[in-house]
């Protein structure tokens, strides 16, 4: 056998059939010598480096590719299989075949995960600028590479394929995959910005037409023997037979098993194997037709639907497997470059010369398109690095030209090399380059807040973000109170959705119906029974409120980021978000993965939105009757405002003054005040400055004019008495207001024990189970453009705290003294 490791198979000349399983301690042959034992120790081989590896390069910003390629270097035979006994125990030659066979089979599965995840329709819906961009940054380093190529053939070694050689590193220099443009966002969690959407459109055309040139060039390739013109025909017709067989017969069973499947999204497990079985099948198909296997996955992934339900459950079932099991052998496979092979510095530096000068104009071409179609310098240098990204297809597709004879072992190993290079310079960089939430935002009209609004009497323009149907029964009597004919209500409405099984995260707008159901602007996406909710209610109601659904379909931890650009874009004044109080009792305190994901989301909205935060605190079984066009309510709506003072309880003082205007309202304002003596005084008057106390007092003396408002002064000494003076004042009211963050308070010293300190002190304290009050909670945070989270902005600080204020605290604040000791842990 000439080389175990190399991409093409070796000239085997006689070895012994290998054992399948090892004969144990017992038998003469080393454990390891069998092929079943061999491939366990390979995967957890790699495993290890690249878990290890990954550990120790993520303070450098690098990416998961980059560290399977280093552990994949490491263990192979440029790394530790310079050791003959390691070589001889991990890269058997009696194995090669196996472990090739498995390493093919991973990347048919891994390239049908990735193309299942892919949306073609993208293709249609790419405006100019996306197609001037992406035809710039292939045509310029594809004419670059070639124009080095060509004229300095001769210098380069004989074993490569001088006619095709600078074809195909032409077209893998401009190739900008579009899974691995996704994916490497999605580490970066730019997924969901401007630059990260454009560079997702750019790339999927990107890809689409460079998939097409490969697929001719294998073709070509194929047929080099005669009888050519016969074969390439013979060839071309079969490939467009698959391809019609797919689109024609494929697709269409897909979407009877989407339609047939349950409204719990389940897919039976049988179509789910018929599906990974016809993967096979067309990987089959396709290497009998062009000799590749790869485009028959391709083609099984394109045609099958994106997204939930059947795109979702088939890559969470084939995903572990294919990425922690079968890819690690994979990558020893495909990244089994040899260093020592290189001994043409000349021929290398050619290579490895036009390669980097391919990659500059390709980022010189991105970035130049983007400038002419108007982006800014730093953005068209940020996407200009984006569309350089490489990952594993980019490996696939250079083991495919291994694999073909293309390359020699030294070419290779220089193109795996100038890859792995791209990638850990490219990804950083970024990430250093590109902040989208400072980026991004700003070119809306938001900024207002609620108190702005409220003196001017303009719209209000709310943005209700929901993941299920839960906190409906909440949020609409709240907004139904929110409205008064003489201060109109705007109310958009975003589902919020995972997404999972597609790579592309979307915004769909759903048009309003005139017969009360939404439809849906793209027919795929179907309207949740949450949206329905919002607009049956606005269609019983009369349309007071003029309700907009919007669905957002991107990762959950970078859906702030579409939430706040979208507040930005509308001229969002609120941003409400649910938030569930725990329930008494065991098991009360348990939430769903979905909810857990929302809250999370909850401190970056605080942090980045462009307008006011509301966090509507609401119990799980809320309920309320709807009140009809024309009809007036059965009671009074009343609403508690706990003020202290600040940007925030002035902003929430605001906002319950809005809702006064409604004439089926009732509001009572609890005005809380320090003592005027002793070491209380000095903490009023170092914690309010003089403009702060201007500004309370103006409102103040607005609201007491109004005519369904009620402002009581309530003078408490220490946390006792504000603990017992905030349950008389939310006694019998249905929704109480409070800002997140309080002027003086004696109620400052919980602050280090709270649960959830994005919600507050007082938010916190509602939020508890042993906090007993049915009314719900809005807890708002006014927009400033240097916002904080600090829970408090009060510069004042409480000294000294007694034995019993701090049992109070624990009475009403839910055990904080155990919670600490959760927290520092």
């Known amino acids: 056998m000439a080389d175990g490791v190399s991409g093409r198979q070796p000239e085997v000349i006689c070895h012994p059939l290998p054992n399948i399983v090892s004969s144990g301690f017992g038998g003469l042959a080393h454990p390891v010598s069998a092929t079943a034992p061999l491939l366990m120790f390979q995967v957890t081989v790699m495993f290890v480096a690249t878990r290890l590896l990954h550990l120790l390069l993520r303070p450098l910003k690098q990416p998961r590719v980059v560290c399977d390629i280093l552990a994949s270097i490491i263990v192979g035979p440029s790394g530790l299989g310079r050791w003959e006994t390691y070589s001889r125990v991990m890269f058997p030659k009696e194995a090669y075949n196996l472990s090739q066979t498995v390493a093919q089979l991973a990347a048919i599965y891994y390239l049908f995960e990735t193309s299942v995840q892919m949306e073609p ?108 013109l016969l074969k390439v025909v013979v060839t071309i017709s079969s490939m467009f037979l698959l391809v019609a067989a797919a689109v024609f017969l494929l697709r269409p069973w897909a979407r ?99 390669m980097l000068v391919g990659y500059l104009c390709k980022f010189a071409g991105t970035a130049a398109a983007a400038l002419y179609t108007g982006m800014p310098s730093r953005s068209a240098v940020v996407l200009g690095t984006m569309m350089n990204f490489k990952g594993l297809l980019d490996i696939v597709f250079i083991q495919i030209l291994n694999t073909m004879g293309i390359l020699d072992q030294k070419s290779y190993t220089v193109m795996m090399t100038m890859t792995l290079l791209t990638s850990m310079v490219v990804v950083p960089l970024v990430e250093v380059l590109y902040r989208p939430m400072a980026d991004d935002l700003g070119g809306g009209g938001g900024g207002a807040t609620v108190q702005q609004i409220f003196s001017a009497a303009a719209e209000l323009r709310v943005l209700a973000c929901v993941q299920s149907e839960a906190p409906v029964p909440s949020i609409l009597p709240f907004l139904e109170a929110s409205h008064a004919a003489a201060r109109p209500l705007c109310v958009y409405v975003l589902h919020l959705v995972e997404l999972i099984g597609s790579y592309a995260p979307i915004l769909v707008c759903h048009r309003r119906p005139t017969g009360g159901a939404a439809s849906s602007s793209s027919s795929p996406h179907r309207v949740h029974p949450t949206l329905n909710a919002f607009l049956s209610y606005d269609e019983l109601t009369g349309n007071r409120m003029a309700v907009q659904p919007y669905t957002t379909v991107s990762p959950f931890a970078t859906m702030h980021q579409d939430i706040c650009r979208f507040a930005d874009e509308k001229s969002i004044v609120l941003i409400l978000l649910p938030f569930r109080r725990h329930p008494a009792g065991a098991g009360g305190g348990e939430i769903t993965r979905e909810e857990k994901a929302v809250r999370t989301m909850i401190p970056e909205i605080l942090r980045h939105a462009p307008c006011s935060v509301g966090i509507l605190v609401h119990d799980e079984a809320a309920s309320f009757l709807p009140v009809a066009a024309g009809e007036p309510p059965a009671i009074a709506y009343k609403v508690a405002v706990l003020f202290w003072g600040g940007p925030d309880d002035r902003e929430a003082l605001a906002y319950a003054s809005r809702m006064e205007s409604n004439p089926h309202v009732r509001l009572f304002v609890a005005r809380f005040l320090l003592p005027s003596d002793g070491d209380s005084a000095a903490i009023a008057t170092a914690g309010e400055a003089e403009e702060e106390r201007r500004l309370d007092e103006q409102l103040l003396s607005e609201v007491r004019r109004r005519p369904r408002a009620e402002v009581a002064e309530i003078v408490v000494g220490d946390a006792v ?3 017992e003076a905030i349950c008389l004042a939310c006694d019998g009211k249905m929704l109480v207001v409070v800002g997140r963050r309080q002027g003086p308070s004696f109620l400052l010293s919980a602050s280090e024990w709270s649960q959830f300190p994005e919600l507050g002190v007082l938010g916190d304290m509602f939020a508890s189970s042993e906090f007993r009050t049915a009314a719900t909670v809005l807890v708002l945070q006014q927009h400033q453009r240097c916002s904080s989270l600090k829970v408090s902005t009060c510069t004042a600080t409480i000294s000294t705290t007694t034995t019993k204020e701090v049992w109070i605290h624990n009475k009403f604040l839910h055990g904080q003294e155990e919670k600490k000791e959760n927290i520092s842990s």
């Not at 999605?186 to 790339?203: C, F, I, M, T, V």
């Not at 083609?299 to 995903?319: C, F, N, Q, R, S």
């Open 721 to 723: 008495e504000t603990n």
């Open 256 to 354: 009877r098993i989407i339609r047939r499947t349950p409204k719990d999204g389940r897919v039976r497990e049988g179509d789910v194997f018929i599906v990974l079985l016809g993967v096979l099948l067309m990987s089959f198909l396709s290497n009998v037709i062009c000799g590749s296997p790869m485009q028959g996955a391709l083609i099984m992934g394109l045609v099958m639907p994106d997204g939930p339900p059947l795109g979702a459950t088939v890559v969470a079932k084939v995903e572990t497997v294919v990425a922690e099991i079968l890819m690690p052998v994979a990558y020893l496979n495909f990244s089994s470059v040899d260093l020592a092979a290189v001994v043409n510095w000349r021929s290398w530096g050619i290579m490895e010369g036009a």
């Open 121 to 228: 329709a993208m293709l249609l819906r790419s405006g100019k600028k996306c197609l001037l961009i992406a035809a710039a940054g292939m045509a310029a380093p594809f004419l670059a590479v070639n124009a080095i190529f060509f004229p300095l053939a001769g210098y380069i070694d004989a074993g490569i394929a001088h006619g095709t050689f600078g074809v195909f590193v032409g077209v893998l220099v401009s190739m900008s995959s579009f899974p691995v443009v996704s994916q490497l966002l999605g580490e970066l969690n730019l997924l969901n910005s401007d630059l990260g959407r454009l560079a997702l459109s750019a790339s999927f055309v990107n890809q689409t037409v460079s998939w097409f040139n490969v697929a001719l060039f294998d073709i070509a390739w194929a047929a080099k023997s005669p009888p050519r």
